[in-house]
């Protein structure tokens, strides 16, 4: 019985760090979504932010300017897309997934030489008086800096989405582009915009993940975790508040798997690390009615599920 | 007057060429060529020393042609799993990991059947390596139909559950004991492997693409059914509405994709490793996904654009073998080709 305190409580402890990175990709796919567009070159725009990040990080000895340098790479990749798929009207899908690819060898490419470089990075800051709260304060206020920005970036993402006129104009383009032309908007240099912002935001992601997280870079590390934001977005039905909650049950996944494997689980060390990618698949699942109902106009001719 | 005619003419044949979708394509292969080339420039090498190895390396010599067909197996079964459940509308990105269960369950039949003749071990290991990719695929399409989730991100995500799913057992039951502790399954009988030709890598795994290939355009083009999966893929409701069992035909496409994704890692672990191993794939079902998006989901235009990425992957690795490139500057390469296919492309009219 004891065990299984432990290991929830080490859960809980856990989510939120494997969460955060996860996190931002998902609000970057939601703006993109929310204007209507589908980016499945998230992956490679979260790897670009890893990457870029830490070499930036390297060379300048500068976190700062290793966080702005992912979301410039993370951006720059999406903005591929932007053209593509907007000007030249190719697939959306294949498009995306293909920029994964493309980002996938860049980033190989160019961090090759960096896989045994040593970095700082960012480190957790401890929040006082509210890191004292029983159970949650360790869990939630022991982050680092950019844990903080994303717990704040989703108020302040529902709020601009649905009070701010900006927000209501991304919106209107997702649902149609021609009613927000006639309405007198840009529909296509908001969604340019609306995709470069989602790419920044994933190159965020990465960058966090390797300077924050993992401390270090390596070839592909980012497994699928843009691919399981763009599951997110649908779990969270395109809120960002709901969007948090996912981000953390993905963190929760892996800190669960951490746990499991700390306490010596008699389970194969590969089937906990399948736990994440079930759980989101999992939770896709339950209310993906609703999120039918609840998902973007525009977005209907790419993701129909019914038949 | 006769200079304008001639600017004239040449003006009419350019334009001719261009509203061909074959010659777009070729000149959008040469412009992303084209364009890798100022990146190896630009990163300090010298891009017609790298161009010429890799054109040695490839179309140049036996062994490399050979190696080029050797590629060629997995890429186009790969590329038929994402183009046939495309005819019906669906997208079928889990081609990786219907590859790796087709790899695993080809791989159970090897070493755990007692099946003594070549004649009966190939099609069993076939037919269980295509189940597998089936029943993987047909999962995605489960979840679709009872729950409405959409196909691209489970398929996408059960990519990483497939290769963590072959790690349980190669790390695990099925390792070689006598292996030096190598997460590798024990090595195939000679029943299990497929025979070599022309002396060469190439093996009788050839086959099963050249079928799937004439297969799929027969069906498509030639039957009733080919017709009925076209107007699924165009509007399921006008279908329906046809009489048309809309239901079936995009499970059984479905299947079916995930089947000859299967194949490609039966033909992988028999005709190349003769062992299961971790990462036996290497994105060789990605880049059937890609070399679908960028044949059309054509069948014969596939041969063409699996013949492309062949050749850039077995150039690549002669090049990271020569030292000149890392094999990961390919993935660069392939993404470049893609986006200059798919955007030279003519424009058809927005449906908006």
């Not at chain 1, 927000?167 to 908001?190: C, D, F, Q, T």
């Not at chain 2, 990786?96 to 269960?101: A, N, P, S, T, V």
């Amino acid at each position: 019985m004891n065990d299984i305190w432990l290991v929830l409580g080490g859960t809980l402890t856990g989510a939120v760090g494997p969460g955060i990175s996860v996190l931002y990709a998902t609000y970057g796919e939601l703006i993109t979504e929310r204007a209507g567009r589908i980016n499945l070159g998230i992956e490679g725009s979260m790897l670009m932010g890893a990457c870029f990040g830490f070499i930036a990080t390297v060379e300048t000895g500068s976190v700062t300017l290793g966080v702005l340098s992912g979301m410039v790479g993370g951006s720059l990749l999406s903005l591929v897309l932007a053209y593509l798929v907007i000007y030249r009207n190719t697939n959306q899908l294949a498009t995306g997934f293909a920029l994964t690819l493309f980002g996938a060898g860049i980033t190989a490419y160019a961090g090759r030489t960096y896989v045994d470089s040593t970095i700082n990075g960012l480190n957790p800051i401890t929040v006082p008086i509210l890191s004292e709260i029983p159970k949650l304060g360790i869990a939630l206020f022991e982050q680092d800096v950019l844990a903080y920005i994303a717990y704040i970036l989703g108020p302040v993402l529902f709020l601009g989405l649905h009070y701010t006129r900006t927000g209501l104009s991304l919106k209107a383009v997702g649902e149609s582009i021609s009613v927000a032309y006639a309405a007198g908007r840009n529909p296509y240099m908001i969604q340019i915009v609306a995709i470069a912002m989602g790419g920044a935001l994933a190159g965020l992601g990465g960058a966090q993940l390797s300077l924050g997280f993992t401390h270090t870079w390596s070839e592909g590390m980012t497994v699928g975790r843009g691919f399981v934001a763009v599951g997110l977005v649908i779990f969270a039905m395109w809120s960002p508040l709901r969007a948090m909650v996912g981000a953390f049950l993905f963190g929760g996944a892996i800190g669960l798997q951490l746990q499991l494997q700390t306490i010596g689980a008699p389970v194969s060390p590969f089937i906990l690390d399948m736990l994440p990618y079930l759980i989101i698949i999992f939770v896709m699942s339950l209310w993906s009615r609703a999120a039918a109902r609840a998902m973007p106009e525009g977005l209907k001719g790419v993701l129909r599920a019914t038949t | 007057m006769q200079s304008s005619a001639s600017l004239q003419l040449v003006q009419d044949f350019t334009f001719k060429v261009y509203e061909r979708p074959i010659a777009r394509s070729i000149l959008a292969v040469f412009f992303a060529f084209a364009v890798f080339g100022i990146f190896i420039a630009i990163i300090g090498r010298d891009p017609v020393e790298i161009y010429t190895k890799m054109f040695n390396g490839t179309l140049g010599s036996k062994v490399g042609l050979s190696e080029v067909g050797v590629r060629m197996i997995p890429f186009v079964l790969a590329a038929l799993a994402a183009s046939i459940p495309a005819r019906v509308g669906l997208i079928n990105v889990g081609g990786e990991g219907q590859l790796y269960i087709g790899a695993w369950a080809s791989t159970g039949v090897a070493i755990y059947s007692d099946i003594p003749t070549i004649w009966l071990m190939l099609p069993a290991m076939a037919i269980a390596g295509f189940i597998g990719g089936a029943i993987w695929a047909g999962l995605a399409i489960a979840l679709r139909h009872f729950r409405n989730v959409n196909e691209v991100i489970t398929t996408l995500l059960s990519n990483y559950v497939a290769i963590l799913f072959v790690n349980v057992f190669v790390f695990g039951a099925w390792k070689n004991p006598a292996g030096f502790g190598y997460p590798y399954t024990s090595n195939f009988e000679v029943q299990a492997v497929l025979p070599t030709i022309f002396d060469t890598r190439l093996h009788m795994g050839l086959v099963l693409p050249v079928v799937g290939i004439i297969a799929t355009y027969m069906f498509l083009s030639r039957t009733r059914w080919g017709a009925n999966m076209r107007a699924v893929g165009g509007n399921p409701d006008a279908a329906r509405r046809r009489g048309i069992p809309v239901l079936r035909y995009i499970i059984i496409a479905m299947l079916i994709g995930g089947g000859l994704a299967g194949l490609a890692g039966m033909s992988e672990v028999s005709g190349i490793q003769h062992h299961l191993r971790p990462g036996i794939s290497n994105n060789l079902g990605f880049m059937g996904f890609l070399a679908s998006w960028m044949a059309n989901h054509n069948p014969i235009a596939i041969i063409g654009t699996c013949f492309l990425i062949a050749i850039i992957v077995v150039g690549g690795d002669v090049l990271q073998f020569s030292g000149n490139l890392p094999s990961a500057a390919m993935l660069i390469l392939i993404g470049l080709v893609l986006f200059s296919v798919l955007g030279f492309r003519k424009l058809e009219r927005k449906t908006e």
